[in-house]
């Protein structure tokens, strides 16, 4: 019977990964080709491909979370963790290139930039960092503005994380858009409340502490690649405007405060070791 492959011959290492084609779909603008520009495209496309498989763990974590299954949740978040801390070295690999040499073929690649890799927003939305303005961008790229609609509309990691928790009888709210008086005076709301109690009752709540500990992660992570890819951008090319035509570097710093999971993170502002002697005062409601 013909496999899927295309032919009746047995199943080799090339057929299967698609090897011709793969290696077929780096092409070089520069003519003729600047050496240096096959690692600038392998580079990316190595980074859309993580980014896909980085987009189907968040989405099997969403559904195992959905499922009430943290411990299966937290292991696959892991793997989303071990991905990026790849994704954070292999900036450094285009580091081996000198500035000159990427002033050679920087103009071809006017006006496009990884502004507009579609897979990096979906990732975003995907984990509750989502921006109006941002989807707004693909408003001409159809497929990408499809994709990134559905994102946009869709159940994120932060919505799944507290709605387990509200199922497992914590009060986080689906949002923090009305803090009472109570909440406006200690300056932090039910969401932060909720974390505080996991963070100080990690032993009986131990599989929300690891998800709410792997979820931390993969916004830690995220976070430093955004850093090392501004120092590298610096390195390259300064404050030039980038290629998508933004201020370059002066962007990209703004986007450095970005956090997928705000309430994490404001959580060990609050924290204090009386919490764990006397029990968690807040876990009466
Ligand atoms: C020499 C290499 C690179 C340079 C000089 C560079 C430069 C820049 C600049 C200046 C921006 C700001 C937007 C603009 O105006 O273009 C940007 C954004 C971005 N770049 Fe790079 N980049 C490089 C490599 C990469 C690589 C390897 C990736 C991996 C996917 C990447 C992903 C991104 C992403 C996702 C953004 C948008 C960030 C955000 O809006 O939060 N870049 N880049």
Same mark, same amino acid.
């Given at each position: 019977?013909?496999? %899927?492959?295309?032919?009746?011959?047995?199943?080799s290492?090339?057929?299967?990964?698609?090897?011709?084609?793969l290696?077929?779909?780096?092409?070089?603008?520069?003519?003729?080709?600047?050496?240096? *520009?096959?690692?600038?495209?392998?580079?990316?496309q190595?980074?859309?491909?993580w980014?896909?498989?980085?987009?189907?763990?968040?989405?099997?974590?969403?559904?195992? $979370?959905?499922?009430?299954?943290?411990?299966?949740?937290?292991? %696959?978040?892991?793997?989303?963790? @071990?991905? @990026?801390?790849?994704?954070? %070295?292999? !900036?450094? !690999?285009? /580091?081996?290139? =000198? #500035? !000159?040499?990427?002033?050679?073929f920087?103009?071809?690649?006017?006006?496009?930039?990884?502004?507009q +890799? $579609?897979?990096?927003?979906?990732?975003?939305?995907?984990?509750?960092?989502?921006?109006?303005?941002?989807?707004?961008?693909f408003?001409?790229?159809?497929f990408?503005?499809?994709?990134?609609?559905?994102?946009?509309?869709?159940?994120?990691?932060?919505?799944?994380?507290?709605?387990?928790l509200?199922?497992?009888?914590?009060?986080? #709210?689906? +949002? *923090?858009?009305?803090?009472?008086?109570?909440?406006? =005076?200690?300056?932090?709301?039910?969401r932060?409340?909720a974390?505080?109690e996991?963070?100080?009752?990690?032993? @009986?709540?131990?599989?929300?502490?690891?998800?709410a @500990?792997?979820?931390? *992660?993969?916004?830690?992570?995220?976070?430093?690649w955004? +850093?090392?890819?501004?120092? $590298?951008? /610096?390195?390259?090319?300064?404050?030039?405007?980038?290629?998508?035509?933004?201020?370059?570097?002066?962007?990209?710093? %703004?986007?450095?405060?970005?956090?997928?999971f705000? *309430?994490?993170?404001?959580?060990?502002?609050?924290?204090?070791?009386?919490?764990?002697?006397g029990?968690?005062?807040?876990?009466?409601?």
């Open positions: 019977m013909p496999n %899927t492959y295309g032919n009746n011959s047995p199943l290492y090339n057929k299967y990964l698609r090897v011709k084609d290696i077929g779909l780096q092409e070089c603008l520069s003519d003729p080709a600047h050496h240096d *520009e096959l690692l600038f495209i392998t580079i990316h190595a980074y859309e491909l980014f896909k498989q980085i987009l189907h763990e968040l989405d099997a974590a969403i559904g195992l $979370m959905n499922e009430d299954r943290l411990a299966a949740a937290a292991r %696959t978040l892991r793997r989303v963790v @071990e991905i @990026e801390k790849l994704l954070i %070295t292999q !900036i450094h !690999i285009l /580091e081996t290139m =000198t #500035p !000159i040499n990427f002033l050679g920087r103009d071809q690649l006017n006006p496009a930039s990884g502004f +890799s $579609m897979q990096f927003r979906e990732i975003e939305f995907a984990s509750g960092q989502k921006h109006q303005s941002l989807l707004n961008e408003r001409d790229d159809e990408a503005y499809g994709r990134l609609q559905k994102r946009f509309a869709a159940p994120s990691l932060a919505d799944a994380f507290f709605s387990v509200r199922k497992r009888g914590f009060a986080a #709210p689906a +949002s *923090e858009a009305s803090l009472d008086q109570e909440e406006l =005076t200690r300056r932090f709301g039910k932060t409340r974390i505080l996991v963070l100080t009752h990690f032993e @009986e709540r131990y599989e929300e502490f690891q998800l @500990e792997v979820l931390l *992660e993969h916004d830690e992570y995220f976070s430093l955004r +850093s090392h890819h501004i120092k $590298m951008v /610096e390195r390259m090319v300064g404050t030039k405007r980038g290629t998508g035509g933004s201020e370059g570097v002066g962007y990209l710093r %703004t986007t450095l405060e970005k956090k997928f705000p *309430e994490l993170w404001e959580a060990r502002t609050y924290l204090d070791t009386k919490h764990g002697e029990g968690c005062p807040f876990a009466k409601e």
